[in-house]
Structures are given as structure tokens and as C-alpha cells.
């Protein structure tokens, strides 16, 4: 009888055991969708950011060595991530494709000038940084006019801050309950024994020998379901950047293994927190009381 009793308490040990580990890998796998949601977004704003150009129309009567000098002090300014010089007849071109005919024959002469269109950093693609770089520009004697899409650029900067926004306040509730279910699983998985503590320190047992492999065994659940997370997530990840490469690409490698880190650390110091305080929570619990 005592032997089955003891397969019994080993078979609801291990099972015990592994439905922490399922539910510690399934709430860490939801938490890093949403941090591959979050690096996308990232992404996505850089891209749209850095394709905002601002136009420089340049005098009709600049020089080519002043043209190439002022490309090349565009290169040193931090904000500016690149520029192309866009001649007469290549804007002519350009115009001619857009409007369908040569409107250049039927005028009969080019009245577009020489331009430079200029692509920032995402980091200074906001209206400030923008109005800024232009002002400089327009202290240029060889450039005659700046403009660039004001209500556009405005319209993307506040876009931008408000959906950071709520991917942060979405990302802070997903982080909260998840932090919250792997607490709740680590105290049923400490509650199960919570007898066995209540007998160990009647016989003198130390609190700290009694935490130490409470708190082992909720960190190596959390490394498990870390793992076991992680690898799930590069499962996905490799899929997208197969299927989906405009989504996931290798440039965003860095990041992504960032992500599998914090991961890692989450569970860890989490598991740890959540063992060392239900472990305390019945260690002063009254006699009385350990069996409710």
C-alpha cells in the first residue's frame, strides 16, 4: 500500500511538474509574440521615417563642384542618411514618365531646376529636426527653395507616437499577466508541499535550507520553459523570415536574440521571486492554518 502510495505521490509529482513547465513555456511564448510584434513595429516606423525626403531646388546657375561639395557636407550631418542629385533632364524624365507625355515638347523648353532630395535618420525624421535642416539649407547660396510634405510628416510623427503608445500599454498588461501566471503556478506547485515545509521546520530544518530546492526547482522550471519558448518562437521566426521575408529579416537578428535573452532573464528572476516568496508565505504560516 505504502509502495503504490509512493508511485502515486512520484506520478502526481512529475505531472505536477510538467503542467508548471507547459504553462510557464505557453505564457513566455505569448510574451515573446508580442515582443516580435513590437521589434516589426519598430521596423516598420524606421522604414516609413526614413522615406520621408526633403526636396533642396537648387539656383540654376550652381556648379557641379558645388553641387558635389554640398552632397558631400550632407554626408557629414548626422541627421541625413542619404541624398541623390536629381538633374534637369533626369527630373524631366521623371516628370515626363509620371504625366505620361513629354510635356517638355510641348512647352518647348525644361522649366524644372536642379534638385537634391534628401532622406533622414529616423531618429530626426520629426517636424522640429526637419524644419531645422531645412533652415540650414536655406542659409545655402546655391539652394534656392526647400519643401518637403508638412501635414504629411506631422500626420506621421503623431501616428507614430500613438501607436508606440498602446504597443507599450499592450506589451505592459501582456508582461503584468504574465509575470502574474507564472507567480500563480509557482505557488500551487510550493502549495502541494506545503505539508512537507510545515515538517521540516518542526524537526529544525533553517528557512534557507528549506527555500534552497523550492527555489532551484522554480528556476529550472523557468530555464525549461524558456528554452522551450525560445526554441518555439525561432520556430516561428525562421518560418517568417522564410515565407515573410519583408517581415523578419537577418539585419533584425540582433534584436530577436535580444529578445530570446529577456526571455531568459524574465523567467529566471521571476521563477526565483515567485519560490522564494510562497516558500516564506508558508514558513510563517500558523499551524493552524497550513491545511486550509
Known sequence: MSTYEEKYQKRRLRKSYITSVISITLVLFLLGIQGVILIHAHKLSRYVLENIIVTAVLNDNAEEADIARLQR?????????N????????????LTEELGEDFVAFIGHNPLSASIEIRLRAEYANPE???ALADQLLEISDVQEVYYQTNLVQLIDDNIRRISLILL??????LFIAIALINNTIRLAVYSKRLLIKSMQLVGATQGFIRKPFIKR???????????????????????????PEIVSVQDMSWFLLLFASIFAIAIIFTWISSYLAVRRFLKMGHDLIHY
Open 73 to 81: 557636407q550632407l554626408e557629414f550631418t548626422p541627421a541625413v542618411k
Open 169 to 174: 500599454s499592450i506589451s505592459a498588461i501582456i
Open 218 to 244: 522554480g528556476v529550472w522550471q523557468g530555464i525549461i520553459g524558456a528554452f522551450l519558448s525560445s526554441a518555439m518562437l525561432g520556430t516561428l521566426v525562421y518560418y517568417l523570415q522564410y515565407y515573410a
Open 129 to 131: 529636426s526637419i524644419a
Open 83 to 94: 541624398s541623390v542629385f536629381i538633374s534637369r533632364d533626369e527630373a524631366a524624365r521623371i
